[in-house]
């Protein structure tokens, strides 16, 4: 099935110079002359190399599709990372690059999205957003009213996002997966 390069998201399987490539980030670029493109960071699922390509927004690409499967994230031991399928209850295990930024925001029992071809596991896909608990932050400055002063504190998971003044160790809060920023709190 042929799509617009403009329609192309991160995640998405597609075909560039007849491999299938996984789009890992994409930008859309408005050059001085002629028309815009997006400037693309591709990873080759058949040999794994990662190239940068600049396709032309008016460009159609085909879009292989994968198997999206329910899995729970269990845990981590170095590099490997053990998931359980939500409905046979298969567990498997993936190698950190698959995970990448997965340890930041996912604790035991998460429930994640792993994209399949031909059986090959590509990628795992978070949830947009998790609910975590604040191990470390220091505490509100009194008296400090100033805009937009925020305070850097440290997760359960032990990623470190920043947050507002008011909030404080044992709170749960909301963070965004895709970009790490902190969303709001969370009442337990």
């Known amino acids: 099935m042929g799509i617009k390069a403009t329609e ?14 996984l789009v890992l980030d994409y930008q859309h670029v408005k050059l001085g002359k002629g028309g815009a493109v997006l400037q693309t960071k591709l990873k080759n699922i058949l040999d794994g190399t990662i190239t940068t390509k600049r396709i032309r927004s008016e460009e159609t690409l085909e879009q292989v599709f994968v198997d999206k499967q329910k899995y729970e994230y269990l845990y981590s031991s170095g590099t490997e990372h053990v998931f ?18 997965g340890t930041k925001y ?23 957003s998790v609910e ?16 937009n002063q925020y305070k850097k504190a440290i997760l359960e998971t032990g990623v470190e996002v920043t947050v507002p003044p008011f909030v404080e160790n044992g709170e749960l809060i909301r963070v965004d997966t895709r970009t790490g920023e902190y969303l709001e709190r969370v009442k337990k």
């Open 8 to 21: 192309m998201k991160k995640g998405m399987v597609v075909k560039v110079d007849g491999n299938p490539s």
């Open 84 to 101: 359980m399928h939500k409905d046979t209850y298969d567990q498997i295990t993936l190698e950190g690059e698959l995970f990448a930024d």
């Open 106 to 128: 996912c604790k035991p029992n998460t429930d994640v999205e792993i994209h399949f071809l031909d059986g090959k596991p590509l990628t795992v896909v978070l949830p947009n």
């Open 132 to 147: 975590l608990e604040v191990t470390d932050t220091p505490p509100a400055i009194k008296g400090a009213t100033a805009t």
